[in-house]
């Protein structure tokens, strides 16, 4: 089992920067590969951003030059930091945390999301 904490969501002007972090515990991996989703209400979960544990990031285009991913691996922990927040990226953010086995997924954890509202 493993658990993920996520925090650093808000509220905040269009422009604006906040940074949200996600700390996994408990039987990880050694290869595995931590992202970042959102969804709002009625719509699909997409991700956002996703960082192997070998270093590979995957970005959508929507936030590609504005959102940075990165992870530390001692802690478990897993950041993405959002600047020049657009109001199209109010969301709830989920933290995923997927344990690969021979380069396959073996497993997926969800977080319990973090809500991101950005004003106009």
């Known amino acids: 089992q493993v658990q993920l904490v996520e925090s650093g969501g808000g509220l905040v002007q269009a422009g604006g920067s906040l940074r949200l972090s996600c700390a996994a515990s408990?039987?990880?991996?050694?290869?595995?590969?931590m992202g970042w989703y959102r969804q709002a209400p009625g719509k699909q979960r997409e991700l956002v951003a996703s960082?192997?544990?070998?270093?590979?990031?995957n970005y959508a285009d929507s936030v590609k030059g504005r959102f940075t991913i990165s992870r530390d691996n001692a802690k478990n922990t897993v950041y993405l930091q959002m600047n020049s927040l657009k109001p199209e990226d109010t969301d709830k953010y989920y933290c995923?945390?997927?344990?690969?086995?021979?380069?396959?997924?073996?497993?997926?954890?969800w977080g319990q999301g973090t809500q991101v509202t950005v004003s106009s």
């Open positions: 995923k945390l997927t344990n690969l086995r021979q380069g396959a997924e073996w497993y997926a954890y």
């Open positions: 408990g039987n990880i991996f050694s290869t595995n590969v």
């Open positions: 960082l192997t544990s070998g270093g590979t990031t």
